[in-house]
């Protein structure tokens, strides 16, 4: 019923920058918040950073000064990434807590609705 689709990751050279989005589609009611998570390999993923509806933004410490989340639209939000680290280096997933119709029309609430990820990857 909803799908989350990520774009802009790849491959830059440390200090570089790159700026990944994420559009939601489907038939949704509302977007309450909108999220992005990494995963390294032979690592648990982990929170990146999110922003409300209301524009409340959050950011993990390790990338605090350095990304930025922004929501272009009410289905659509952005994450700036700036003086990348090969540390960065992870498959970044966006996840979205929203409302949505499943097909008897019922609202149906949900905080996992994720995205099938985009690679980025920081050489030294």
């Known amino acids: 019923q909803v799908q989350l689709v990520e774009a802009g990751g790849g491959l830059v050279q440390a200090g570089g920058s790159l700026r990944l989005s994420c559009e939601a589609s489907g038939r949704i009611l509302r977007i309450d918040e909108m999220e992005w998570y990494r995963q390294a390999p032979g690592k648990q993923r982990e929170f990146v950073a999110s922003?409300?509806?209301?524009?409340?933004v959050n950011y993990a410490d390790h990338v605090k000064g350095r990304f930025t989340i922004s929501s272009d639209n009410a289905n659509t939000w952005n994450l700036q990434m700036s003086s990348l680290k090969p540390e960065d280096t992870a498959v970044y997933y966006c996840?979205?807590?929203?409302?949505?119709?499943?097909?008897?029309?019922?609202?149906?609430?949900?905080?996992?609705?994720w995205g099938r990820g985009t690679q980025v990857t920081v050489s030294s």
């Open positions: 996840n979205a807590n929203l409302l949505y119709y499943d097909p008897l029309d019922q609202i149906v609430a949900t905080r996992d609705s």
């Open positions: 922003i409300t509806s209301g524009g409340r």
